[in-house]
């Protein structure tokens, strides 16, 4: 569908982050792996699985609220089907903390059993947070501590260290540093993260992505620009596109400001104009 250059993106401190992840594993019981609802395989790092190796995983599917809830759905049994926990969330309005703790009791069953066949009494389940950056790392943590524990912010590469989060007697938490992968071997990879902001925009050819976007969602969500912009959609993608500039008035010297249309369009699909959507779904 994309005949894209793979987007490329590894800074420095992600270097670092991948190298502390694999020092403190060793200090937890399982894994939290948040992912975006919208991109369930493109927001999952490959490089978790070399990581974390035999560690037992709790995948968090965050910004349900944002996706479609049949495909989250689907998703949920896909991923269970791999022997999985998984829990779908929204994670500033719902109340979640007996669902993560349950879950997290589950997910390191054998060794609660383990420590109760040796009489140890069991302590607090220690879960290191990953996931991808803009997944919703540093609001998970928050809502969680019940205060400001994590710095957040609606771009990728905010949190740049490691810290230690308690949650009373039941939980503690290591949030880590959201970690890309060096290269997307599948271009519609790269491009889906760049669509929902986990890639930065100075980085990516922003024309190119809004191409990709509304040619995806001619095909897949067919009607939906039309009744959301009021106009007719061409069967190019970029000539739609010029119908949206026109219809808002995006004009520069008589010509069509394209930087302000690519912007602007991706912009509305961030900020869920277009709905709730999901990028790919299990039979993908």
């Not at 879960?127 to 994590?150: D, E, H, L, Q």
């Not at 509305?268 to 709905?275: A, N, P």
Request: a positive charge; aromatic letters at 6%; glycine letters at 4%.
């Amino acid at each position: 569908m994309s005949n894209q250059n793979p987007i490329q993106w590894f800074p420095g401190h992600m270097t670092k982050a991948k190298r502390q992840m694999e020092e403190n594993l060793k200090k937890v019981d399982f894994v939290i792996e948040i992912r975006d609802a919208r991109i369930p395989d493109s927001s999952k790092n490959p490089m978790l699985d070399e990581l974390i190796q035999n560690k037992p995983r709790l995948i968090l599917l965050s910004k349900k609220d944002k996706a479609d809830p049949i495909a989250t759905k689907e998703w949920i049994q896909k991923l269970q089907s791999q022997g999985h926990q998984v829990l779908a969330l929204d994670l500033i309005k719902d109340s979640y903390f007996k669902a993560l703790v349950q879950a997290a009791q589950t997910t390191c069953q054998k060794l609660i059993d383990k420590q109760k066949r040796r009489g140890i009494r069991p302590r607090a389940l220690r879960a290191m947070v990953c996931g991808i950056p803009n997944v919703g790392k540093s609001t998970f943590i928050n809502t969680m501590a019940k205060r400001k524990a994590a710095q957040t912010a609606d771009r990728p590469g905010v949190t740049k260290s490691l810290q230690w989060i308690k949650l009373g007697q039941s939980l503690e938490l290591l949030d880590t540093p959201g970690v890309l992968w060096p290269k997307f071997e599948d271009p519609n990879t790269g491009m889906r993260l760049a669509i929902l902001g986990s890639v930065r925009d100075e980085v990516v050819n922003m024309q190119e992505l809004a191409i990709y976007a509304c040619r995806w969602l001619q095909e897949t969500k067919p009607g939906l620009l039309a009744k959301l912009y009021q106009i007719e959609e061409q069967k190019d993608p970029w000539q739609t596109l010029e119908k949206i500039a026109l219809k808002r008035g995006y004009l520069q010297k008589g010509s069509i400001d394209e930087n302000r249309l690519v912007r602007s369009f991706i912009k509305d699909i961030r900020e869920d104009k277009l709905g709730p959507l999901t990028w790919e779904f299990p039979h993908d």
